[in-house]
């Protein structure tokens, strides 16, 4: 597609269920990273995938927190038994990644998640 | 630690007139150092970077400055419009040992009033 594409774009679940979130990066990009953006905030690292290589997941910020690259494009991040502090935007971004230079990083809109 | 952080949370100026927005950064070892806009309900949107060996970059109405002495970058947009209006971060990537990933600071909100 033109750009990343993310969805759903708004998810209401409620305390203690799994949510799913979806990204479609860019055709081409095999770098593939997931942020998270409370209301108000700054853009927190959660994890990146680059081709084939082990993905760092350094910025997860739990082991209810886990997401996957299949097939070296779509994304899912999956979060178990959400809590209210779960809610946030989850930002996808994909760029080329071509070691030694500054590829730029797209984002997508956003999946709105709101635990209630 | 490694940060990147911004001077002030709010912005506003007058349509017309120049913006500065204004960025701290504490890791020397900083690669590239780029800004993104954020609309309202939207994704941040790339505006231009900058590599740390360079001290000025140009694009369409906005300048990047990095002042690599004191740590220091900024962004200028020349003439603002009330589509300027958003939440503008700086962002830090390393190549190496960074993951090609991106620090961000927390924003700076600029406003645009008529």
């Known amino acids: 597609g033109a750009g990343v594409s993310q969805s759903p774009s708004n998810k209401v679940t409620e305390k203690g269920k799994d949510v799913e979130l979806r990204c479609d990066p860019i055709s081409g990009h095999t770098a593939l990273y997931w942020y998270r953006q409370s209301l108000g905030q700054g853009l927190e690292f959660l994890i990146y995938?680059?081709?084939?290589?082990?993905?760092?997941k350094s910025g997860l910020p739990s082991d209810r927190f886990s997401a996957e690259r299949t097939g070296g494009s779509v994304s899912t991040l999956t979060i178990q038994r959400t809590q209210q502090e779960d809610s946030a935007v989850y930002l996808c971004?994909?760029?080329?990644?071509?070691?030694?230079?500054?590829?730029?990083?797209?984002f997508g809109e956003g999946s709105w998640l709101t635990v209630v | 630690g490694e940060s990147v952080g911004l001077h002030l949370p709010t912005l506003s100026v007058q349509e017309g007139d120049n913006s500065i927005i204004n960025c701290a950064y504490s890791n020397s070892a900083s690669d590239y150092f780029i800004w993104y806009k954020q609309e309202s309900g939207k994704g941040p949107q790339f505006i231009i970077d900058?590599?740390?060996?360079?001290d000025k970059r140009q694009g369409q109405r906005v300048t990047v400055l990095l002042n690599k002495t004191v740590k220091h970058l900024s962004l200028q947009i020349a003439a603002t419009q009330p589509g300027d209006s958003a939440v503008y971060f700086c962002a830090e990537k390393r190549l190496t040992g960074g993951g090609n990933k991106l620090t961000f600071g927390t924003g700076t909100q600029l406003k645009v009033e008529l």
């Open positions: 995938f680059q081709g084939n290589s082990a993905p760092d």
């Open positions: 900058i590599r740390s060996n360079m």
């Open positions: 971004a994909s760029s080329l990644a071509v070691a030694g230079s500054g590829n730029t990083i797209y």
